[in-house]
């Protein structure tokens, strides 16, 4: 022990080998760590450093075809080349870095510039008027600050960077990005910005190229790939892009391809978990339906990546695979016809109704609107209204003729806001005494109160007399109604200013100040002052129209020279440019503008045609959605994004007689026999209901007779005895849903089944006596109209609508087949009844005088009309089968507002006449 | 300044071995990027010749400057702080580009020199509080300046360094436990202090780092760095990747490991050479070290050993904390790992330095120190305690 001691004593008095041992011990410890690090644990760092640095890039697939039943291609995916720029080289320095991309970019700019290449990405920065603004707002123009900043969230900027201007931004990116700006144009500047600051985002991801422009020229392809070399990271790349043919005739029921939304991509993944944030995938109809068969499997390319993600080395690829082809059930030639007609029906109907000035409606002697008028001043300022002339391009005028008519606008909009801000500040007219054109600006100043909360409309008391006399538009002026809301309390000032007001002025003039700014930014009120200058003539019809080639919507031709030497007058140059279709009702605008026609196979319930008009250009929103045509589309009256034929809903008006037909037969309510006296009123209840006839009488009536007539009083007579055949009283809901009970079986009530969205049915559930007349509070599509008429035609045999044949893989080998499906089949009718019912729809189509001549086209249909109310014309519907002998098509055509559905008959007239004549023969050659 | 040498006793060993290193070094440098190839390459020339100029200067004849060498570096180490250059949050260098100097570098060899002669001038006074707390301030100048730079990793390796001295020198067992007693409770005070967020004394990016030492998951951005260097380390096994590979899944080719021609080195190093290498370069650190503790044992002469050993625990430690940090064997910090790292200052600093040991090595046998067991080396007390032990003690 005492040695041990002494001899620990004598170690650590020898202090040089206490740090032999010291520096041993260190030295071992690094020895024995890494022989841990690389011998016993090697393999394991082997492995997780290749999953570390290995990456998986995925490569997207062709998208299936969609091919009408025929094999006409309607859909596919092209190849296309773009120009994209990736930060791949390493540099010495900044400076050099700079230096390369900022040429490289340059120069591929100046390639595409010279063979008229357009590069399509936004910059949160525009050069307007000679200055550079932004063109983002909010929360918007704050992440756009932190990407160009380079920060990592919007928290990480500084006040001041929050609030540089636009030029204090450039200069900063300018600097940083050691610009030379010299010979850039100012569109050049901001794209290389644009292009500089994407690629500092993505400096860790760099293997993801940023696209300069898309769809490049082959001059473009071959200039920038012979200097591949010199042009630092840029690359020419193949992409799809998706090509619609004749696309405005299928685009409400194709849809287009778009990036994925959020929770598209929620859904998505729940099916397939490759999709990933930028997939361009199905949008609306048989795209976003079939998705999952269209899209195809990504193909993948392993890869490792270093630091800042540039691909060292492909280890392995798989090759995408296309998506599958669909078949649909249309027929291109018959879908075309039909669109075709209609808007050749609608031009018809426009042009029929067109008036120069006067009376704009046409009352009989019991009020009923009976026709309406289209006074030229609406079309002029239709064409301004559906952007067909552009209002911000007019208010930012560069030709004479815009600066001309700018003027006036502004002469006039500073002469209403004068007045405004007189009405407002001075005594206040009542605004039952103001001019239509003066109530239209109170009433439009008024709305932008309530839409800004301003006013809160959800605290006002609707009873009170002085609200329910404004709301009547009686002798009140506007300056009392607003003096009113803030005595009441109504008012609501947080939203335009921080301090707290309590004087009754001092709000008052707080909101004048605030309406009288804020009605100059807004769009309706200013197209409003438009409105009432073409009205009074102060703009011209023929500035109107010349604006139309002074802008570039139309291509100068000869009637732009007839207009300008005033040889063709403006509302003869609106005829013509429709009658030649430089104008179509569908981009006009003008009611009636719409409208959806229905062609079904009704042995099977396929769809041969599913027109919704008016169409648009599927290939401008696919992919990169062209955002000025969506907006321009979106804007106009006739609403090109709805699926007029699917989801737009209407009363089925006298169409809807068959049905009752059929319930008042099989409830034995009448026999094929049974006859019904009308004296053009139904005398059972009061008011009585008119018939049609009316202040005429139609005398007696069978089914048939009553269904050739559209007898209202024969139809009201079974509703009415269908909701008093429980026990003798009245019970319009028993009505109603005896109706029901039919409409559902004969596929009208219920969805019809079809691959795309359609608007859920409703059956009427009011009012047995208007209900069995089509009226009441039904709302069908013209798909639900087909259907019906199509288990009509077939005698009770109700087949789920389909607009999909097949799908296919690339090989035209079938996948999936879509057969027919019986989902209801009404044994329960005898022939008798079906027997009356159709002969009532073949008399009916033999006293149209539009189908004299054509007998032998054996068409049975009805026509029908509903009201909408007092200020716009009926909606027209039409439904019919042939032949009535052994029926192979069904077609329904229906025209929201569409005066009358004699015109619908004449569509659907000419639509067979071709369809048996040409159609059939021209196919069995 | 020169003496008469006999050639004899020159220390070709430690040459040779300084030589290899520096050459094992720069293939190293070479296959981190190549684009400092050159540069070092003329470096170790310049200071293989410097180094052998050195070795023939007579190290006493820069002793007798050692007030002037302390004086030299408090006005460097206050010119950094006044017209420094900065970079990565911290302010270092004097000077740019090419001649960019960093004075703390540099201060380890003059803070030894100066120490070893300030010892030996003051040979028997060890044992004096007075002595201790004199010496312990006046070292205490040029460590705050550093860690004022701030610079906490070689603060503590001079610290470490310095503390070798005076122990080697002949520090009081007694004192160091009277020191101990009061140093280690605020030590560990300061430890669990550091760990609060609010925390004074540590500046932000200090602090991040030795948090993300402790809890690695939570800091992750600061042991990045480390966590690939040792996946590089780990995945070149017993053999490596080989030396200047093209494997793409390497993490070096990969531009993974940040600063691999300098602090991180030996993490090229240990992908691409593997176990095998890494030792053999552990070898030769610790062969250089070892001989030099053993020219240390050789040396008569009082401040000369001082100076050797000094110079044997300055490139031990800083092997030790280098490859330590690479390993995730310690916290990050920025330490250059000898004769293997590119850097200017810290290669002109280590071949000065052996530059000096060659010449005490050489001067072996010639300088005699009488006093040597009596008056600093051993302890006094323990002398008095037990006279025949003490000269058993004898070197």
Same mark, same amino acid.
């Given at each position: 022990?005492?040695?041990?001691?002494?001899?620990?004593?004598?170690?650590?008095?020898?202090?040089?080998?206490?740090?032999?041992?010291?520096?041993?011990?260190?030295?071992?410890?690094?020895?024995?760590?890494?022989?841990?690090?690389?011998?016993?644990?090697?393999?394991?760092?082997?492995?997780?450093?290749?999953?570390?640095?290995?990456?998986?890039?995925?490569?997207?697939?062709? *998208?299936?075809?969609?091919?009408?039943?025929?094999?006409?291609?309607?859909?596919?995916?092209?190849?296309?080349?773009?120009?994209?720029?990736?930060?791949?080289?390493?540099?010495?320095?900044?400076?050099?870095?700079?230096?390369?991309?900022?040429?490289? !970019?340059?120069?591929?700019?100046?390639?595409?510039?010279?063979?008229?290449?357009?590069?399509?990405?936004?910059?949160?920065?525009?050069?307007?008027?000679?200055?550079?603004?932004?063109?983002?707002?909010?929360?918007?123009?704050?992440?756009?600050?932190?990407?160009?900043?380079?920060?990592?969230?919007?928290? %990480?900027?500084?006040?001041?960077?929050?609030?540089?201007?636009?030029?204090?931004?450039?200069?900063?990116?300018?600097?940083?990005?050691?610009?030379?700006?010299?010979?850039?144009?100012?569109?050049?500047?901001?794209?290389?910005?644009?292009?500089?600051?994407?690629?500092?985002?993505?400096?860790?991801?760099?293997? @993801?190229?940023?696209?300069?422009?898309?769809?490049?020229?082959?001059?473009?392809?071959?200039?920038?790939?012979?200097?591949?070399?010199?042009?630092?990271?840029?690359?020419?790349?193949?992409?799809?892009?998706? *090509?619609?043919?004749?696309?405005?005739?299928?685009?409400?029921?194709?849809?287009?391809?778009?990036?994925?939304?959020?929770?598209?991509?929620?859904?998505?993944?729940?099916?397939?978990?490759?999709?990933?944030?930028?997939?361009?995938?199905?949008?609306?109809?048989?795209?976003?339906?079939?998705?999952?068969?269209?899209?195809?499997?990504?193909?993948?390319?392993?890869?490792?990546?270093?630091?800042?993600?540039?691909?060292?080395?492909?280890?392995?690829?798989?090759?995408?695979?296309?998506?599958?082809?669909?078949?649909?059930?249309?027929?291109?030639?018959?879908?075309?016809?039909?669109?075709?007609?209609?808007?050749?029906?609608?031009?018809?109907?426009?042009?029929?109704?067109?008036?120069?000035?006067?009376?704009?409606?046409?009352?009989?002697?019991?009020?009923?609107?009976? %026709?309406?008028?289209?006074?030229?001043?609406?079309?002029?300022?239709?064409?301004?209204?559906?952007?067909?002339?552009?209002?911000?391009?007019?208010?930012?005028?560069?030709?004479?003729?815009? @600066?001309?008519?700018?003027?006036?606008?502004?002469?006039?909009?500073?002469?209403?806001?004068?007045?405004?801000?007189?009405?407002?500040?001075?005594?206040?007219?009542?605004?039952?005494?103001?001019?239509?054109?003066?109530?239209?600006?109170?009433?439009?100043?008024?709305?932008?109160?309530?839409?800004?909360?301003?006013?809160?409309?959800?605290?006002?008391?609707?009873?009170?007399?002085?609200?329910?006399?404004?709301?009547?538009?009686?002798?009140?002026?506007?300056?009392?109604?607003?003096?009113?809301?803030?005595?009441?309390?109504?008012?609501?000032?947080?939203?335009?200013?921080?301090?707290?007001?309590?004087? &009754?002025?001092?709000?008052?003039?707080?909101?004048?100040?605030? !309406?009288?700014?804020?009605?100059?930014?807004?769009?309706?009120?200013?197209?409003?002052?438009?409105?009432?200058?073409?009205? %009074?003539?102060?703009?011209?019809?023929?500035?109107?129209?010349?604006?139309?080639?002074?802008?570039?919507?139309?291509?100068?031709?000869?009637?732009?020279?007839?207009?300008?030497? =005033?040889?063709?007058?403006?509302?003869?140059?609106?005829?013509?440019?429709?009658?030649?279709? &430089?104008?179509?009702?569908?981009?006009?605008?003008?009611?009636?503008?719409?409208?959806?026609?229905?062609?079904?196979?009704?042995?099977?319930?396929?769809?041969?045609?599913?027109?919704?008009?008016?169409?648009?250009?599927?290939?401008?929103?696919?992919?990169?959605?062209?955002?000025?045509?969506?907006?321009?589309?979106?804007?106009?009256?006739?609403?090109?994004?709805?699926? =007029?034929?699917?989801?737009?809903?209407?009363?089925?008006?006298?169409?809807?007689?068959?049905?009752?037909?059929?319930?008042?037969?099989?409830?034995?309510?009448?026999?094929?026999?049974?006859?019904?006296?009308?004296?053009?009123?139904?005398?059972?209840?009061?008011?009585?209901?008119?018939?049609?006839?009316?202040?005429?009488?139609?005398?007696?009536?069978?089914?048939?007779?009553?269904?050739?007539?559209?007898?209202?009083?024969?139809?009201?007579?079974? $509703?009415?005895?269908?909701?008093?055949?429980?026990? $003798?009283?009245?019970?319009?809901?028993?009505?109603? %849903?005896?109706?029901?009970?039919?409409?559902?079986?004969?596929?009208?009530?219920?969805?019809?089944?079809?691959?795309?969205?359609?608007?859920?049915?409703?059956?009427?559930?009011?009012?047995?006596?208007?209900?069995?007349?089509?009226?009441?509070?039904?709302?069908?599509?013209?798909?639900?109209?087909?259907?019906?008429?199509?288990?009509?035609?077939?005698?009770?045999?109700?087949?789920?609508?389909?607009?999909?044949?097949?799908?296919?893989?690339?090989?035209?080998?079938? !996948? @999936?087949?879509?057969?027919?499906?019986?989902?209801?089949?009404?044994?329960?009718?005898?022939?008798?009844? =079906?027997?009356?019912?159709?002969?009532?729809?073949?008399?009916?189509?033999?006293?149209?005088?539009?189908?004299?001549?054509?007998?032998?086209?054996?068409?049975?249909?009805?026509?029908?009309?509903?009201?909408?109310?007092?200020?716009?014309?009926?909606?027209?519907?039409?439904?019919?089968?042939?032949?009535?002998?052994?029926?192979?098509?069904?077609?329904?055509?229906?025209?929201?507002?569409?005066?009358?559905?004699?015109?619908?008959?004449?569509?659907?007239?000419?639509?067979?006449?071709?369809?048996?004549?040409?159609?059939?023969?021209?196919?069995?050659? | 300044?020169?003496?008469?040498?006999?050639?004899?006793?020159?220390?070709?060993?430690?040459?040779?071995?300084?030589?290899?290193?520096?050459?094992?070094?720069?293939?190293?440098?070479?296959?981190?990027?190549?684009? +400092?190839?050159?540069?070092?390459?003329?470096?170790?020339?310049?200071?293989?010749?410097?180094?052998?100029?050195?070795?023939?200067?007579? +190290?006493?004849?820069?002793?007798?400057? +050692?007030?002037?060498?302390?004086?030299?570096?408090?006005?460097?180490?206050?010119?950094?702080?006044?017209?420094?250059?900065?970079?990565?949050?911290?302010?270092?260098?004097?000077?740019?580009?090419?001649?960019?100097?960093?004075?703390?570098?540099?201060?380890?060899?003059?803070?030894?020199?100066?120490?070893?002669?300030?010892?030996?001038?003051?040979?028997?006074?060890?044992?004096?509080?007075?002595?201790?707390?004199?010496?312990?301030?006046?070292?205490?100048?040029?460590?705050?300046?550093?860690?004022?730079?701030?610079?906490?990793?070689?603060?503590?390796?001079?610290?470490?360094?310095?503390?070798?001295?005076?122990?080697?020198?002949?520090?009081?067992?007694?004192?160091?436990?009277?020191?101990?007693?009061?140093?280690?409770?605020?030590?560990?005070?300061?430890?669990?202090?550091?760990?609060?967020?609010?925390?004074?004394?540590?500046?932000?990016?200090?602090?991040?780092?030795?948090?993300?030492?402790?809890?690695?998951?939570?800091?992750?951005?600061?042991?990045?760095?480390?966590?690939?260097?040792?996946?590089?380390?780990?995945?070149?096994?017993?053999?490596?990747?080989?030396?200047?590979?093209?494997?793409?899944?390497?993490?070096?080719?990969?531009?993974?490991?940040?600063?691999?021609?300098?602090?991180?080195?030996?993490?090229?190093?240990?992908?691409?050479?593997?176990?095998?290498?890494?030792?053999?370069?552990?070898?030769?650190?610790?062969?250089?070290?070892?001989?030099?503790?053993?020219?240390?044992?050789?040396?008569?002469?009082?401040?000369?050993?001082?100076?050797?050993?000094?110079?044997?625990?300055?490139?031990?430690?800083?092997?030790?904390?280098?490859?330590?940090?690479?390993?995730?064997?310690?916290?990050?910090?920025?330490?250059?790992?000898?004769?293997?790292?590119?850097?200017?200052?810290?290669?002109?600093?280590?071949?000065?330095?052996?530059?000096?040991?060659?010449?005490?090595?050489?001067?072996?046998?010639?300088?005699?120190?009488?006093?040597?067991?009596?008056?600093?080396?051993?302890?006094?007390?323990?002398?008095?305690?037990?006279?025949?032990?003490?000269?058993?003690?004898?070197?």
């Amino acid at each position: 022990m005492k040695k041990l001691k002494n001899s620990l004593k004598s170690f650590f008095n020898n202090r040089v080998s206490v740090l032999i041992v010291v520096m041993a011990v260190l030295f071992s410890i690094l020895v024995v760590h890494l022989f841990n690090l690389q011998i016993i644990r090697g393999n394991e760092y082997k492995q997780s450093l290749n999953s570390s640095i290995e990456k998986v890039i995925s490569t997207p697939a062709s *998208r299936g075809r969609i091919f009408d039943r025929n094999g006409v291609l309607l859909a596919y995916d092209d190849i296309v080349y773009a120009v994209n720029i990736s930060d791949s080289g390493s540099f010495k320095n900044k400076t050099e870095k700079n230096e390369a991309i900022n040429n490289s !970019i340059i120069k591929t700019l100046a390639i595409l510039s010279k063979n008229g290449d357009k590069y399509t990405n936004t910059f949160g920065i525009s050069y307007e008027n000679g200055k550079y603004e932004y063109n983002v707002e909010g929360n918007t123009r704050l992440g756009f600050l932190r990407d160009c900043y380079g920060k990592a969230a919007i928290s %990480d900027l500084t006040d001041e960077q929050k609030n540089s201007s636009a030029d204090e931004l450039m200069k900063y990116m300018i600097t940083n990005y050691q610009i030379n700006t010299d010979k850039l144009s100012p569109d050049d500047l901001l794209e290389l910005l644009y292009l500089r600051m994407n690629l500092t985002a993505n400096s860790y991801t760099r293997y @993801k190229p940023i696209t300069i422009a898309s769809e490049i020229s082959e001059a473009s392809i071959a200039a920038i790939s012979e200097n591949q070399n010199t042009f630092t990271g840029v690359t020419v790349d193949s992409q799809y892009v998706r *090509r619609y043919n004749d696309s405005k005739y299928y685009s409400a029921l194709m849809g287009y391809t778009g990036v994925v939304s959020t929770d598209q991509l929620d859904e998505l993944r729940k099916e397939n978990s490759s999709y990933d944030n930028t997939d361009l995938v199905g949008k609306g109809g048989i795209e976003e339906a079939f998705e999952m068969d269209l899209a195809g499997k990504k193909g993948e390319k392993q890869v490792y990546l270093d630091t800042v993600g540039r691909i060292t080395e492909v280890i392995g690829e798989t090759q995408s695979v296309a998506g599958h082809d669909v078949y649909l059930t249309i027929d291109s030639r018959l879908q075309k016809k039909l669109y075709d007609l209609l808007e050749e029906k609608l031009t018809e109907i426009v042009l029929a109704h067109l008036k120069e000035s006067g009376e704009k409606y046409v009352y009989d002697s019991g009020g009923a609107l009976i %026709d309406l008028y289209i006074l030229m001043p609406e079309v002029y300022f239709a064409l301004i209204d559906n952007d067909l002339v552009s209002f911000d391009k007019l208010r930012n005028p560069t030709t004479d003729l815009e @600066k001309s008519v700018n003027g006036r606008y502004e002469e006039r909009l500073k002469e209403k806001t004068d007045w405004l801000s007189g009405e407002l500040n001075g005594q206040g007219t009542n605004y039952k005494d103001l001019s239509d054109e003066n109530k239209s600006y109170i009433w439009r100043a008024y709305e932008i109160l309530t839409e800004n909360k301003i006013i809160r409309t959800d605290l006002m008391n609707n009873e009170d007399p002085v609200t329910v006399k404004w709301n009547s538009g009686e002798d009140i002026s506007f300056k009392a109604f607003i003096e009113h809301c803030i005595t009441n309390g109504w008012v609501d000032l947080s939203e335009i200013s921080d301090s707290q007001y309590t004087d &009754l002025s001092e709000v008052y003039s707080k909101i004048t100040s605030y !309406i009288t700014e804020k009605v100059k930014e807004d769009r309706k009120f200013c197209l409003n002052i438009f409105k009432y200058l073409i009205q %009074d003539g102060t703009v011209s019809g023929r500035e109107m129209c010349m604006l139309l080639y002074d802008q570039g919507y139309l291509q100068k031709d000869d009637y732009y020279n007839s207009l300008s030497n =005033w040889t063709l007058s403006a509302s003869d140059f609106i005829r013509t440019a429709m009658n030649n279709k &430089l104008l179509t009702p569908g981009t006009l605008g003008i009611v009636p503008s719409s409208g959806a026609a229905v062609l079904e196979d009704p042995n099977n319930g396929q769809l041969l045609a599913l027109v919704s008009y008016p169409g648009y250009d599927t290939n401008k929103l696919s992919g990169n959605m062209d955002v000025d045509y969506y907006n321009h589309i979106s804007k106009n009256a006739s609403k090109p994004l709805l699926n =007029w034929a699917t989801q737009a809903q209407t009363m089925p008006g006298s169409t809807f007689k068959m049905a009752t037909a059929l319930a008042g037969l099989n409830n034995g309510i009448i026999d094929p026999y049974t006859q019904i006296y009308c004296s053009g009123l139904f005398t059972e209840v009061t008011p009585s209901p008119r018939c049609s006839v009316y202040p005429g009488e139609h005398g007696n009536e069978t089914v048939q007779t009553a269904l050739r007539d559209s007898c209202n009083v024969f139809f009201y007579s079974i $509703g009415y005895d269908l909701a008093k055949s429980k026990d $003798g009283s009245y019970d319009s809901d028993y009505g109603t %849903d005896i109706l029901k009970k039919y409409t559902d079986d004969l596929g009208l009530s219920v969805k019809s089944g079809i691959e795309i969205p359609e608007s859920t049915p409703k059956a009427s559930d009011t009012n047995a006596i208007a209900s069995a007349i089509g009226q009441g509070t039904a709302q069908y599509s013209c798909l639900n109209l087909s259907r019906y008429v199509s288990t009509i035609a077939n005698g009770g045999k109700s087949y789920e609508t389909h607009l999909v044949l097949k799908v296919t893989d690339n090989s035209g080998k079938t !996948i @999936k087949e879509t057969n027919s499906v019986l989902s209801n089949e009404m044994n329960y009718i005898s022939d008798t009844a =079906w027997k009356a019912v159709h002969d009532g729809m073949i008399l009916a189509v033999q006293h149209y005088k539009t189908f004299s001549g054509l007998e032998s086209l054996k068409v049975a249909g009805k026509t029908g009309s509903s009201q909408v109310n007092k200020t716009i014309m009926d909606n027209g519907t039409f439904v019919s089968y042939a032949p009535y002998d052994n029926p192979e098509i069904a077609l329904s055509i229906e025209v929201p507002n569409g005066y009358t559905s004699t015109y619908n008959a004449q569509s659907a007239a000419a639509f067979y006449e071709w369809y048996f004549k040409d159609f059939k023969n021209g196919a069995n050659n | 300044m020169f003496k008469k040498y006999n050639l004899r006793s020159y220390n070709y060993a430690l040459v040779t071995l300084v030589v290899i290193t520096s050459i094992f070094g720069l293939l190293i440098i070479n296959s981190a990027d190549s684009s +400092y190839t050159v540069k070092q390459a003329g470096g170790i020339v310049m200071a293989l010749l410097w180094m052998t100029f050195l070795s023939f200067v007579d +190290y006493h004849f820069i002793l007798k400057y +050692y007030r002037v060498l302390y004086i030299l570096l408090v006005l460097l180490l206050v010119g950094v702080k006044l017209f420094g250059v900065s970079a990565g949050g911290a302010t270092r260098w004097l000077g740019s580009g090419a001649f960019r100097i960093q004075p703390s570098e540099m201060g380890k060899l003059m803070l030894i020199l100066f120490l070893a002669q300030l010892l030996y001038t003051n040979k028997g006074k060890l044992n004096s509080w007075k002595f201790l707390v004199f010496v312990n301030a006046i070292l205490a100048v040029p460590l705050l300046l550093i860690v004022s730079q701030p610079d906490l990793s070689q603060t503590i390796l001079l610290f470490l360094i310095l503390f070798v001295v005076l122990y080697t020198a002949g520090f009081p067992y007694k004192k160091l436990g009277k020191i101990m007693m009061v140093a280690v409770p605020v030590a560990v005070g300061l430890f669990i202090y550091i760990q609060n967020p609010n925390q004074k004394l540590l500046k932000p990016y200090q602090w991040r780092r030795v948090m993300a030492f402790i809890n690695p998951e939570n800091y992750d951005d600061n042991v990045y760095q480390q966590k690939y260097a040792v996946q590089a380390i780990g995945s070149g096994g017993l053999t490596g990747k080989g030396l200047g590979n093209d494997d793409p899944s390497s993490l070096l080719n990969s531009n993974y490991i940040a600063e691999a021609h300098t602090d991180f080195v030996f993490a090229a190093l240990g992908e691409q050479l593997g176990f095998i290498g890494s030792v053999i370069a552990i070898g030769l650190l610790a062969a250089i070290v070892f001989v030099c503790i053993y020219i240390a044992i050789k040396t008569r002469d009082y401040a000369g050993r001082l100076i050797v050993i000094g110079i044997a625990s300055y490139i031990g430690f800083q092997t030790f904390f280098n490859i330590g940090v690479v390993t995730q064997l310690l916290p990050n910090t920025g330490l250059a790992l000898p004769f293997f790292s590119y850097g200017l200052s810290s290669l002109i600093t280590l071949y000065t330095s052996m530059g000096i040991v060659l010449n005490i090595s050489l001067q072996n046998g010639q300088v005699k120190d009488k006093d040597l067991f009596i008056s600093g080396i051993v302890d006094i007390e323990e002398v008095r305690d037990d006279e025949k032990k003490t000269h058993r003690l004898r070197l």
